[in-house]
C-alpha cells in the first residue's frame, strides 16, 4: 500500500469510527426475500433474527393468495426467498412449483397442534413444501356488555331479528359460506353446488339483519367503537390484541362449531438462499419466533407449536383461550376446499348477497 492508500485509508478509519459505523457492518450485508402477512412485519419478530444471523430481511406485505401470485408472476425466478401463504392454497402453490422441498427432519412438525399439521396440504407424495405456523377462528366476536353471552353459543344468533342493526358481517365469501354450512349442519368438506340454495337463504337472512359488511380493520373499528355489538366471522384476531384495553370484547366457538383456518410458510424452488430461508422457516416455527408471531403487532392468534406456550405469559395465553384449544380444534372445521367451478358458485351467492 503506497502512502497515499494508506493515508486514504485512516481518514475512511477515522470518519468512521467518528460517526459510529463500523467498517465490517458497512460491507454488503446479505439479504433475505419475503413475501408475507402483515403479522410478520413487527419488527419484535424480524429483528432478533436480522441480529443472530447479521441479514437484512425484506419484507413484502400482500393480502390474498390472488395478489401473492400476481406479484410472483411479475417477478423473477430468484427475486423471493420465502412465502407465507394460507393453509388451504398450498397445494396451489405446490402445482404451480413455487414452493420447494424442506427437509421434515430439519422442522418441529412433531410440536405442532395434531390438528393443525394439514398433511393433506403441506406435503405431497411423502415430501414438505410448507409447515403451519399460525392458526385461528372465524366464528362470533362480540361485546359481552351489549349482548347475552349465552346467546353467542349459538350460530342461528348470526340472523336473529333479536341482534338487528348490531351486527357486522366479514367481507370474505370463503368463511361466510363455510360458517353458515357449519352452522345449518354441513360439513365444510362436503359441500357441493347442491348445499348453496340453502346456505343462500341464511346469507340473506344475514344481510337483512346486519348493519355492514366489512373488511377486518374496519369491522374490529366498528366492534372496538360500539358501531356494532356483533361481527360474524370474527374471532381471536379481533379482540385479542385488545384484551388488555377492551376487556368487554370477547369471541367464543358456539355449539355448532366455527371455521379454522391457518397460514403456512415455506421456501420458494427458484431462491438462490436456500438454507438461510429455511433457517428463517426454523426460526418462525421454533417455540421463541411463535411466541412473538402468536402475538404480533398486526393480529393476535394461535402458533401451531404447542411448545410456543412455555414462551407465552398467563395473559396471553388468556386471550388467545390456549387451555380451550382442545376443544375448539375438535369443534372446527376447515374452509371449504372448492374446484373453480364450485369456488365460482360460492362467489356468485356472495355478490348476490352484497347486491342484494
Not at 411479475?74 to 427437509?103: F, H, K, N, T
Not at 380451550?324 to 372445521?333: E, F, R, V
Amino acid at each position: 500500500m503506497n502512502s497515499v492508500s494508506a493515508n486514504f485509508a485512516r481518514v475512511l478509519l477515522v470518519a468512521a469510527t467518528a460517526s459510529g459505523i463500523s467498517l465490517v457492518d458497512a460491507k454488503a450485508q446479505e439479504e433475505l426475500n419475503a413475501l408475507v402477512w402483515c403479522d410478520h412485519t413487527d419488527p419484535r419478530l424480524i429483528e432478533p433474527f436480522e441480529k443472530a444471523n447479521n441479514v437484512k430481511v425484506n419484507l413484502k406485505e400482500y393480502a390474498g393468495t390472488g395478489a401473492a401470485i400476481s406479484i410472483i408472476e411479475q417477478s423473477r425466478p430468484g427475486d423471493w426467498d420465502v412465502l407465507v401463504i394460507d393453509g388451504v392454497d398450498v397445494p396451489r402453490a405446490i402445482d404451480m412449483d413455487i414452493l420447494g422441498e424442506m427437509p421434515a427432519d430439519k422442522l418441529p412438525l412433531g410440536d405442532l397442534f395434531p390438528e393443525v399439521r394439514m398433511k393433506q396440504t403441506t406435503t405431497r407424495n411423502g415430501k414438505v413444501y410448507a409447515i403451519t405456523e399460525k392458526f385461528g377462528y372465524n366464528t362470533i366476536a362480540y361485546d359481552k356488555t351489549k349482548v347475552d353471552p349465552k346467546d353467542m353459543d349459538d350460530l342461528s344468533v348470526i340472523w336473529s331479528e333479536k341482534y338487528k342493526g348490531r351486527i357486522a358481517l366479514y367481507d370474505y365469501y370463503l368463511p361466510l359460506v363455510g360458517l353458515t354450512g357449519v352452522a345449518i349442519g354441513k360439513k365444510t368438506a362436503d359441500l357441493t353446488q347442491n348445499d348453496l340454495p340453502a346456505i343462500k337463504e341464511k346469507l340473506f337472512a344475514m344481510k337483512k339483519v346486519a348493519r355492514q359488511v366489512s373488511d377486518v380493520v374496519a369491522s374490529q373499528t366498528a366492534l372496538a367503537s360500539g358501531e356494532v355489538d356483533i361481527v360474524v366471522g370474527g374471532g381471536e384476531f379481533l379482540t385479542a390484541k385488545l384484551s388488555s384495553e377492551k376487556p368487554n370484547l370477547d369471541w367464543t366457538v358456539p355449539k355448532q362449531g366455527a371455521l379454522r383456518w391457518a397460514q403456512s410458510i415455506g421456501v420458494f424452488k427458484a431462491s438462490e438462499k436456500q438454507d438461510l430461508a429455511l433457517k428463517f422457516v426454523q426460526y418462525i416455527v421454533s417455540p421463541e419466533g411463535q411466541a412473538r408471531l402468536a402475538t404480533s403487532s398486526c393480529y393476535w392468534a394461535m402458533p401451531a407449536n404447542a411448545k410456543a406456550g412455555e414462551q407465552l405469559t398467563d395473559k396471553q395465553k388468556t386471550a388467545l383461550r390456549w387451555d380451550k384449544q382442545p376443544d375448539y380444534l375438535k369443534n372446527s372445521q376447515l374452509y371449504p376446499v372448492a374446484n373453480a367451478e364450485m369456488d365460482a358458485a360460492m362467489q356468485d351467492i356472495w355478490t348476490e348477497m352484497l347486491q342484494h
